[in-house]
């Protein structure tokens, strides 16, 4: 039996624990997260050592955080990036293509809905631009047999 390196062990101790994005503006990231996608902020505070803020949210059906960062525009950190370093975020929905319909205008679609394997996918943008993978799974193009119910 092998006995494993302290830095393999090391590396099995380790969890993902969330994903931090910077925002523009933190009241309409928030608003977005929670209104059109349904997220639930955990808690919100100022961070004295940036003089920004952040606010986490947890998707009720998921174990992520998402970290909202808000920066001062004078600030240390006051460079904004577009999103261009973050390829996306997911998020499950029953029907993604209900979901457009339902929230036209909440978001600017840049895939439209689309069916990849087992999936129906769709790409939105939150509104800092960064991308949202909608995903749902996909609705079964079999169609039923003559005669059935």
Do not use: C
């Amino acid at each position: 039996m092998l006995v494993p390196t302290v830095r393999e062990a090391t590396a099995r101790s380790m969890g993902f624990r969330y994903t931090g994005i910077r925002v523009r503006d933190l009241d309409r990231s928030i608003a977005f997260y929670t209104k059109v996608l349904g997220m639930q902020m955990t808690w919100r505070m100022r961070i004295r050592e940036t003089g920004g803020a952040i606010a986490v949210l947890k998707s009720p059906r998921g174990s992520q955080r998402l970290e909202l960062n808000w920066y001062p525009p004078s600030g240390r950190y006051r460079v904004y990036r577009q999103g261009d370093e973050l390829d996306h975020l997911a998020f499950a929905v029953p029907d993604v293509d209900r979901f457009l319909r339902e929230h036209r205008g909440d978001f600017r679609v840049v895939m439209k809905a689309f069916d990849e394997g087992t999936d129906r996918l769709a790409y939105v943008t939150d509104p800092d631009g960064a991308w949202i993978e909608l995903m749902s799974p996909r609705k079964s193009s079999k169609r039923p047999a003559r005669g059935s119910p």
